[in-house]
């Protein structure tokens, strides 16, 4: 065994620095969008949000996340496909929701911004630069802050 280490070829154990290369990183993500919608909820997600509930209401004084985790996992693993099929039923049916409300959120971005959301920014600016116009309009003269 001591020769075969001894035939390795002896490696360079000096750190390399991570600034030589290009970068394996993209430069930055886009932002997420806060309208998209949310994934949809597994089978198994479906199940613990039921478990979650019945789990607290049976060991008041547990306060670990862990603990109901991995108590809902080993159940769901016990149970048998008849016993999982109304939660994937479920999931499933938010999947059908989910779709829809994807393709109609990916159609409202093919389209663009709405006309109406730019109406409301463009009245809203000019809504500003009349106050500030009635502000002078009121006195008769401009407010100076030096006097």
């Given amino acids: 065994m001591g020769k ?8 360079d154990t000096k750190l390399k620095s ?17 309208n998209k919608p949310k ?13 979650r509930e019945k789990y607290k209401k049976d060991h008041p004084n547990n306060k670990s996340v ?6 809902g996992g ?13 939660y994937q039923a ?6 059908v929701e989910y779709n829809k409300n994807i393709q109609a959120y990916n159609k409202q971005l093919a389209e663009g911004p709405n006309e109406a959301d730019e109406e409301e920014s463009d009245k809203s600016k000019s809504e500003v630069n009349d106050d500030d116009d009635e502000d002078e309009d009121e ?9």
């Fill in 4 to 11: 075969a280490r001894a035939a390795a070829p002896k490696r």
């Fill in 18 to 34: 991570k600034s030589t290369g290009a970068s394996k990183k993209p430069a930055k993500k886009a932002g997420k969008d806060p």
């Fill in 39 to 51: 994934r949809p909820a597994s089978a198994f997600f479906v199940f613990m949000e039921e478990f």
């Fill in 66 to 71: 862990a603990a109901v985790g991995k108590a």
């Fill in 74 to 86: 080993e159940k769901w693993k016990s149970l048998s496909d008849a016993e999982k099929a109304p």
């Fill in 90 to 95: 479920k999931a499933d049916k938010r999947k």
């Fill in 139 to 147: 006195s008769g003269e401009e407010e100076d802050d030096d006097e």
